[in-house]
Structure formats: structure tokens, C-alpha cells
């Protein structure tokens, strides 16, 4: 069974530019959770998505913004590229909403680089 | 104050030795507690979870939690280079949002 599936892998912009990544949850989950990580910090919460409405989000600001498709797939789009951008983005994905006990699946991530 | 805490590390044992990483939490009605093991440059991959006060064991692997201190750790037994990476401790709470610690360090000594 495929787990967790982001694309692109590695992500080249430059300053000012929009950046779309993307994610495909494990089949049969329909949460999708954004979550950002610079280099050598933690990975803050950016979004959550489920049945197709976002759920949560994180302390971003409205350029960093997202959907869920009707097939539970995400995007994550990225507005005004800044500099500090610059993370690598992950995806996880869960089971359904309101099951406390539903465990987070990562995928490889999504390397944004923002020059 | 973080929502949940870790220490940075690195924290260094020899080979063979028991790592003992701990991790807590300031959100008391939080219900479901992870461990995540993240090697540099790759994702992070789900090793330990539990619910419930006391002791799982899983392996080499001791996750423990103690709801009233709100505190949870986890136990690597004869503790192996490979070991070494990020551990991560994750609470998902009444939000049903995972929050992550910023992690800790892990280095096993050949």
C-alpha cells in the first residue's frame, strides 16, 4: 500500500513567486496536515485539512494557503515567496476526524529552496 | 511556555546503553502521545505511540506516560549507532491537532 506521496521532491523559486506543492494522503485517510521545517528546527503546523474543509491552521500569514480535493489530495500554495520560506515542507495524513487516537503519517517531503 | 517541550540534546550513550528521552506537555486534556524518529534530510517515521498511563513496550523501544505530571518518554534499549537521529514527541490534544516538540538529538557511540 503507497504511503504519503508529496511532489515536487526539490523546489527552486526566487523571491516574490508563488510555489505550489502538493500530497496524496494514504488511501482511505482524510485528514492532511501541512507542516513546515527550516533548517534545524522544529516542524510548526500549518495547515489541516479534512472532508475537504480546512479545519486548522497554524500562526502563518494568508500567503501561505491550501485546498483539499474531493479525493483528499492537498495543495499547498505559497505566495510572495520569501526568503525565510526557504523549509522543507511536510505532509502527513490520518485517519478519520474526531478519532483522538488516529496516528500521523509523514511523507518525504517537499525541499523549497527560495532565492 | 511551548506547548511541548524537549530537550535539544545532542544526548550522547555508548553502544549497548539505554537512551532515556523525555518530553512534556502543558495541555492537560491531551489524549494521544507519538514518537517520531527523524534522520537528517529525511521525513519523519512514526516509531512508538500510547494512549494510556503506564508503560508499551514495542522492541527495543519503552514508551512511558504519566498523564497527572504530563510527561511522557521514551526508552531505547542496547542502543545502536543507527539510533541516532531526532526524536520527536507529538500530542495530539482536544483541537485534534498534532503539536510537535522541536525534538531531541540522539548520538549512539561506536
Known amino acids: 500500500e503507497a504511503g504519503v506521496t508529496q511532489s515536487p521532491t526539490h523546489l527552486i523559486k526566487t523571491r516574490g513567486q508563488q510555489a505550489t506543492l502538493r500530497c496524496s494522503p494514504i488511501s482511505g485517510h482524510t485528514s492532511v496536515y501541512w507542516y513546515q521545517q527550516a533548517l534545524g528546527l522544529g516542524l510548526q503546523f500549518l495547515l489541516w485539512?479534512?472532508?475537504?474543509?480546512?479545519?486548522n491552521r497554524g500562526n502563518f500569514p494568508p500567503r501561505f494557503s491550501g485546498r483539499q480535493f474531493p479525493n483528499y489530495s492537498s495543495e499547498l500554495n505559497v505566495n510572495a515567496l520569501e526568503l525565510e520560506d526557504s523549509a522543507l515542507y511536510l505532509c502527513?495524513?490520518?485517519?478519520?476526524?474526531?478519532?483522538?487516537?488516529?496516528?500521523?503519517?509523514f511523507g518525504s517531503g517537499t525541499q523549497l529552496s527560495v532565492l | 511556555q511551548k506547548e511541548v517541550e524537549q530537550n535539544s540534546g545532542p544526548l550522547s550513550v555508548p553502544e549497548g546503553a539505554i537512551a532515556s528521552l523525555n518530553c512534556t506537555y502543558s495541555?492537560?486534556?491531551?489524549?494521544?502521545f507519538f514518537w517520531y524518529r527523524q534522520y537528517s534530510g529525511k521525513s519523519p517515521e512514526l516509531i512508538m505511540f500510547i494512549y494510556s498511563n503506564g508503560d508499551k513496550e514495542d522492541g527495543r523501544f519503552t514508551a512511558q506516560l504519566n498523564k497527572a505530571s504530563q510527561y511522557v518518554s521514551l526508552l531505547i534499549r542496547d542502543s545502536q549507532p543507527s539510533d541516532s537521529a531526532t526524536y520527536l514527541c507529538?500530542?495530539?490534544?482536544?483541537?485534534?491537532?498534532?503539536?510537535f516538540g522541536t525534538g531531541t538529538r540522539l548520538k549512539v557511540l561506536a
Open positions: 495541555d492537560r486534556g491531551s489524549q494521544s
Open positions: 485539512y479534512d472532508e475537504g474543509e480546512e479545519r
Open positions: 507529538a500530542v495530539n490534544g482536544g483541537t485534534y491537532k498534532y503539536i
Open positions: 502527513a495524513s490520518s485517519g478519520r476526524w474526531g478519532q483522538s487516537n488516529e496516528k500521523l503519517f
